[in-house]
Nanobody, 123 residues
């Protein structure tokens, strides 16, 4: 079992930056592929970013590509999401997720989820 706890959300102005963290407990993250999803108000949950267990493969959805960067520190059992040039449409609850299975053809279905952290971007 893996428990995931997100932190770092908050209120930021358009163009600002935030860094989300996801700390895992229960198991080490060395063997898990990690990612971030988000769900905006009135929207479906959206896959945002992914990083392989080794960190040598990343994937971003088009809406965040070039602005968000996912990274991980396996020694600290933590995954990060650096979000720059934030826009009001980035307002959402951001969820950290983990899976023993990798991204395949742009699809990824993680087993473990955090509770989410709210990010609000004001215009």
């Amino acid at each position: 079992q893996v428990q995931l706890v997100e932190s770092g959300g908050g209120l930021v102005q358009t163009g600002g930056s935030l860094r989300l963290s996801c700390e895992a407990s229960g198991r080490t993250l060395d063997n898990f592929h990690m990612g971030w999803f988000r769900q905006g108000p009135g929207k479906e949950r959206e896959f945002g970013a992914y990083i392989s267990w080794s960190g040598n493969r990343t994937y971003y959805t088009d809406s965040v590509k070039g602005r968000f960067t996912i990274s991980r520190d396996n020694a600290k059992n933590t995954v990060f999401l650096q979000m720059n040039s934030l826009k009001p449409e980035d307002t959402a609850v951001y969820y950290c997720a983990a899976s023993a299975f990798p991204l395949f053809r742009g699809n990824w279905y993680p087993k473990y989820w955090g509770q989410g952290t709210q990010v609000t971007v004001s215009s």
